[in-house]
């Protein structure tokens, strides 16, 4: 591997990480040479866990319910605790609810904004104030699609996500002098439990397809590359981009 990618000696903080796209991305940390904290809601994210020890590499659970934000500050003590620092933070944890704007419910909203903004936020600034002393790291959070576009039927997540992509831009502008990178993958549609609905809905999965030039629903392995290409050295000049992988989605 070149040393560009390895990511030997790092230790990571990945939230969402029992299944899907956390999955995936804490996966390819270790496969890279990370040490992995996983952040889940979930008993017993045994799997996953198993898998990294399996690499040789340290896997640490941590369970947390990140809409509430009393509890992010434990998040990132106990990635230090068991670590000894943080290098690398991916805010993948998110959360959707499908309902029209007119009927869109105020517990769905906040719910929404609680785990994709507030959490990415806080956590960022958590790990952030601990990368700026150590000067260096890297803060990698998931945006979408929906950065972008306004979708239908989820005005929440995408208030949410538009915010992500700009959160990330302005954490780039204050801390890229500082040594830490902050920046964005923003994936297309995967094949994930958020885009169940939508699979199933055959007019709706047609349209989909139809418009991305790949032809096919990505899956989660198809972030391992991007994520560690910004986890690592080889994107220590990349500041506030956010990355499109969607199979040319976004070209259409």
Request: proline fraction near 3%.
């Amino acid at each position: 591997m070149s040393t560009l990618f390895d990511l030997t000696g790092k230790k990571a903080l990945v939230t969402g990480a029992s299944r899907g796209i956390g999955r995936a991305i804490a996966l390819a940390l270790a496969e890279a040479g990370a040490d992995v904290a996983l952040v889940t809601n979930q008993s017993s994210p045994a799997e996953i866990e198993q898998e990294i020890t399996s690499l040789n590499r340290r896997a640490v659970v941590i369970k947390a319910d990140l809409s509430e934000e009393s509890r992010l500050p434990d998040v990132i003590a106990q990635t230090i605790g068991a670590f000894g620092k943080i290098d690398i933070l991916v805010n993948n944890s998110g959360i959707i609810r499908r309902t029209p704007a007119a009927e869109h419910a105020a517990a769905d909203w906040h719910d929404v904004l609680n785990v994709n903004l507030n959490a990415v936020f806080f956590l960022s600034q958590l790990a952030g104030r601990e990368m700026i002393k150590q000067g260096s790291g890297k803060i990698i959070n998931i945006a979408s699609m929906l950065s972008f576009q306004g979708g239908i039927n989820v005005p929440g997540y995408t208030a949410s996500k538009h915010a992500v992509a700009g959160l990330t831009k302005a954490l780039a502008n204050e801390w890229a002098s500082r040594g830490v990178q902050v920046n964005a993958i923003a994936p297309g549609y995967i094949e994930t439990d958020n885009t169940e609905q939508l699979r199933g809905d055959p007019e709706r999965s047609k349209q989909i397809l139809e418009r991305i030039p790949a032809g096919r629903w990505g899956q989660a392995d198809d972030l391992k590359g991007p994520v560690v290409l910004l986890a690592s050295a080889a994107s220590d000049y990349m500041n506030g981009h956010v990355l499109c992988v969607d199979g040319g989605w976004m070209n259409r």
